[in-house]
């Protein structure tokens, strides 16, 4: 079984930036790649993702113009730039593989591959 590992994430002050990032040891060139987020008490949401050959990307209303999503499928990582963070932004990220190549969804039930997630906490 393949395996995401996620890091970079730490605290931050509203109004900064951090870059967490995601690394498979498998390969991941055929599928959407995404990231989502889950505070304490709520659901986990979806944040951004980005297709298979990088040409689309998708993001949460929330946090349009404030995160960019990026892949580098020779490296098999993906990249999440958070800027203009807020208080709101803070949760657990998690790296996410889509269950199907060549197939692109925002649903939880479509995402097969999982990190262990990591902590970005945005003080106000």
């Known amino acids: 079984q393949d395996q995401l590992v996620e890091s970079g994430g730490g605290s931050v002050q509203a109004g900064g930036s951090l870059r967490v990032s995601c690394a498979s040891s498998g390969t991941i060139s055929r599928y959407t790649m995404a990231w989502f987020r889950q505070a304490p008490g709520e659901e986990r949401e979806f944040v951004a993702a980005?297709?298979?050959?990088?040409?689309?990307?998708y993001y949460a209303d929330s946090v349009k113009g404030r995160f960019t999503i990026s892949r580098d499928n020779a490296k098999n990582t993906v990249a999440l730039q958070m800027n203009s963070l807020k208080a709101e932004d803070t949760a657990v990220y998690y790296c996410a593989q889509a269950r199907y190549p060549e197939e692109f969804s925002i649903a939880r039930a479509q995402y097969a591959l999982w990190g262990q997630g990591t902590q970005v906490t945005v003080s106000s």
């Open positions: 980005v297709t298979w050959s990088g040409s689309s990307t």
